[in-house]
């Protein structure tokens, strides 16, 4: 079920209110281009300044309802942060307590790591294996041992 932005807001106003017991006073909103990543506070800056005025959160509209919750305190957990020491970043030890004390999630549940390995072989007789993690070009790229073509033989996704 997906709700609408002004749902969402009230829905950040509330747990920010609940949780921080501070009022979260800017604007938020879904943003559908965002892909693997579950929201973001922006700090717009002229050079080094941040404007307070002009800062918002972004919600990705692809989370599932049981995932939502967890990403709004995590992002209000950037949010408040913020107004007591300043930008900080993800592996910040204050932000790390924050989390922990609120159980919210570090990363996002669309984040998943999957990880692609690809197996390719020469074509000379001795046939020289080669494993890669990215896909290569067969037509650029020859056996370091002998020259000769590669050739994929296996391609598999973990």
Not at 25 to 40: E, K, Q
């Amino acid at each position: 079920m997906q709700i609408s932005n002004q749902e969402l807001e009230a829905l950040v106003r509330r747990l920010s209110l609940s949780r921080f017991e501070k009022p979260f006073s800017h604007t938020v909103r879904f943003n559908s281009r965002l892909r693997t990543t579950g929201g973001r506070v922006v700090f717009p800056r002229i050079g080094r300044k941040v404007i307070d005025s002009k800062i918002y959160m972004e919600i990705n509209p692809k989370l599932e309802d049981a995932d939502l919750e967890g990403v709004i305190l995590h992002e209000l957990s950037h949010y408040h942060l913020y107004f007591i020491k300043g930008l900080h970043r993800e592996d910040d030890p204050d932000f790390r307590t924050m989390l922990k004390n609120l159980e919210a999630p570090l990363h996002s549940p669309l984040h998943r790591k999957q990880r692609s390995f690809y197996v390719y072989v020469c074509t000379a007789p001795e046939h020289h294996q080669y494993s890669r993690n990215r896909r290569i070009d067969v037509k650029k790229m020859r056996c370091g041992f002998d020259g000769a073509t590669l050739r994929l033989i296996s391609e598999y996704h973990v």
